[in-house]
């Protein structure tokens, strides 16, 4: 499975931005996919995760409220829309697929990068004040 993420560019502090990832190569199915960034200088982190199985969202408290994870139907895709964007939201964003224990499906779980089988290249979204 390959993922590729797209939709990332220059935004002025307080716009929104919409990045998108989508698979190929095989089926995504109801595995877990999910929003990684990673800022100059800094560790990569969690964003967002989207369970289509169970119907669940999950976000880190820094952008709950301003971003929104979403997968349409059975798409091999997923989006993040993000508004109200801040300065320290700059960074490349990776979206991540499949964790290696598909039943552990916890916040703590979903938001550790390790667990994730599948990578994308990244998408760079700068946010310009």
């Known amino acids: 499975v390959q993922l590729q993420a797209s939709g990332g560019g220059l935004v002025q502090v307080g716009g929104s931005l919409r990045v998108s990832c989508t698979a190929s190569?095989?089926?995504?199915?109801?595995?877990?996919m999910a929003w990684f960034r990673q800022a100059p200088g800094k560790e990569r982190e969690f964003v967002a995760a989207?369970?289509?199985?169970?119907?669940?969202?999950f976000y880190a408290d820094s952008v709950k409220g301003r971003f929104t994870i979403s997968r349409i139907g059975a798409d091999n895709s997923i989006h993040l829309q993000m508004r109200s964007l801040k300065s320290e939201d700059t960074a490349v964003y990776f979206c991540?697929?499949?964790?290696?224990?598909?039943?552990?499906?916890?916040?703590?779980?979903?938001?550790?990068?390790?667990?994730?089988?599948?990578w994308g290249q990244g998408t760079l979204v700068t946010v310009s004040s």
């Open positions: 991540a697929a499949d964790l290696n224990d598909r039943t552990l499906i916890t916040l703590p779980a979903v938001s550790s990068s390790w667990r994730y089988i599948y």
């Open positions: 190569g095989g089926t995504i199915g109801s595995v877990v």
């Open positions: 989207h369970s289509w199985s169970g119907r669940r969202t």
